[in-house]
């Protein structure tokens, strides 16, 4: 059967909504009942990143050599991110919340998300999860990572400031937070998410608006920001690129053109 221009190998109704693989030209995607791609892989490189706001979260790798032990991820899809990481930074733990038992089945299933003891999976909200776990986990994870959407949008339990105040509190001095927002900066969701993480953050934030896509991507830095001179961030660009084959110039070049007001704060020019 044809759907969304390519064939559709796999389809589940859950709780919450519909499930759907679709096969095209050697592209594997994932659809949450409607025509965006909540994840992709290639059948012929399964470990690529194929999608260039997936590509986009990996760019906090310019300002932490050193990931650290501890990750948090909301949201699954697919589990392109979670393969990186584990492939990437063998030491680390990543602890994943995903808000539908289907999605983590047809990630193993279908996108070849491995079994592996550095990993482990908790179906529930991610917005509430973190909520709860402000106290008992507090400054445990280096790097926290939101990419949490439904099939309307931006997960409801995610969109407060309360939200966003406890996910620092579980951030190390060192840790940054990346989120993937939706809906483009004249959007009023984007804008007030945006508003929040500021907040938050005391404005050590940068944006990574994702070309031609309405995806920008939020790095929240903690307490302690980063000390790079902009000479180190290219030198480290062109390596991440060079080791992962991934845009890293082109990210660092577009974090500098889009936060004229913050780069500077942040990064010794």
Not at 135 to 150: H, P
Not at 254 to 268: E, P, Q, V
Request: proline letters at 4%; glycine letters at 8%.
């Amino acid at each position: 059967m044809n759907k969304y221009g390519g064939q559709l190998v796999y389809q589940i109704h859950d709780d919450d909504g519909t499930i759907e693989i679709i096969d095209d030209a050697g592209l594997r995607s994932l659809h949450f009942g409607s025509l965006p791609k909540q994840s992709s892989m290639s059948l012929h490189e399964p470990d690529k990143l194929v999608l260039e706001y997936v590509r986009s979260m990996t760019s906090w790798q310019l300002f932490k050599p050193d990931l650290g032990n501890h990750v948090l991820l909301l949201g699954l899809g697919g589990g392109s991110i979670s393969k990186f990481l584990l492939q990437q930074f063998p030491e680390c733990r990543l602890k994943v919340i995903e808000c539908r038992r289907s999605v983590v089945k047809i990630a193993r299933s279908h996108f070849g998300l491995p079994l592996d003891p550095r990993i482990k999976i908790l179906i529930g909200d991610g917005g509430l999860y973190v909520r709860k776990a402000k106290e008992s986990e507090r400054g445990y994870y280096d790097l926290i990572m939101l990419d949490a959407f439904d099939h309307e949008g931006v997960a409801p339990t995610i969109c407060s400031e309360i939200f966003f105040q406890a996910a620092k509190s579980l951030l190390t001095k060192e840790g940054i937070l990346v989120a993937n927002l939706w809906g483009g900066a004249g959007n009023m969701q984007f804008q007030q998410l945006a508003r929040w993480l500021g907040q938050c953050f005391n404005w050590n934030i940068l944006l990574l608006p994702v070309p031609d896509r309405s995806n920008i991507i939020v790095l929240a830095f903690n307490a302690r920001s980063p000390s790079f001179s902009l000479e180190q961030l290219r030198n480290r660009a062109n390596q991440l690129e060079d080791q992962l084959q991934i845009e890293f110039p082109r990210f660092l070049k577009d974090l500098k053109k889009h936060n004229a007001s913050t780069f500077n704060k942040l990064i010794s020019t």
